[in-house]
């Protein structure tokens, strides 16, 4: 069965560097989302990307974080200058756009120290 | 998107149905109700979801009351390896729509 793989699984970076995490959606698959669980906390949506532009991006999502397609199998988050409080499992969704569900990536763990 | 109420927790005997229950009273008619689980932090896996009719699948069912604003999500077997934390989600159907995560029901299954 087909599924959304992210990479790295676990990230650890020093504060105010830049972080790339990257995800292979589903590959008929044409929303795509990314959304943060801080440890012990609720899953939270952050951005949604369709037809190489942002749908819709959560208060979380300020310009710290950018999301590109930068090819046609690929999609990432950036995060320009991580804080500590950025440090959080990090999922990739993808989606075909009707009722049909969304399929998460098993996460990033992401350290910010 | 319409609000969810799910317990905090449940248990459940292993081999004993599991049965999740979830409120949606404030559901409009082109939302549909989806379930997920996530097992520790893990990414959350899809279980099943349904507009009005109760569905089936090889994982589980789901029961949607006739006035659609509540629904039970079925695990007939129970097994050690479905202790987990159970979202029940309402989302509009169709396009870039996104799910939104309560705080779901911690299901523990024991032996």
């Known amino acids: 069965e087909p599924e959304v793989t992210q990479t790295p699984s676990h990230q650890v970076t020093q504060m105010g560097q830049e972080v790339i995490l990257r995800c292979v959606p589903i590959?008929?698959?044409?929303?795509f989302y990314w959304y943060r669980q801080i440890l012990g906390q609720k899953v939270e949506f952050l951005v949604s990307?369709?037809?190489?532009?942002?749908?819709?991006k959560s208060e979380i999502f300020d310009d710290q974080f950018s999301v590109e397609r930068p090819d046609g199998s690929n999609f990432t988050l950036k995060i320009r200058s991580t804080k500590l409080e950025d440090s959080a499992m990090y999922f990739c969704?993808?989606?075909?756009?009707?009722?049909?569900?969304?399929?998460f990536g098993n996460g990033t763990r992401l350290t910010v120290t | 998107d319409a609000k969810t109420t799910q317990p905090p927790s449940m248990d459940c005997a292993e081999g004993r149905a599991a049965n999740l229950p979830c409120n949606h009273s404030?559901?409009?008619?082109?939302?549909?109700v989806y379930w997920y689980r996530q097992i520790h932090s893990q990414g959350p896996q899809y279980i099943i979801h349904?507009?009005?009719n109760n569905e089936t699948n090889e994982m589980a069912s789901l029961i949607i009351t006739e006035d659609r604003k509540s629904s039970t999500l079925i695990l007939p077997h129970a097994t050690l390896r479905d202790t987990a934390v159970y979202y029940c989600?309402?989302?509009?159907?169709?396009?870039?729509?996104?799910?939104?995560f309560g705080a779901g029901t911690r299901l523990a299954v024991h032996p």
């Open positions: 969704a993808s989606g075909t756009g009707d009722n049909s569900p969304l399929h």
């Open positions: 590959s008929n698959h044409l929303y």
């Open positions: 990307f369709y037809n190489n532009e942002i749908s819709e």
């Open positions: 404030t559901i409009s008619g082109n939302e549909y």
């Open positions: 349904g507009l009005k």
């Open positions: 989600i309402v989302r509009i159907s169709g396009g870039y729509n996104k799910l939104i």
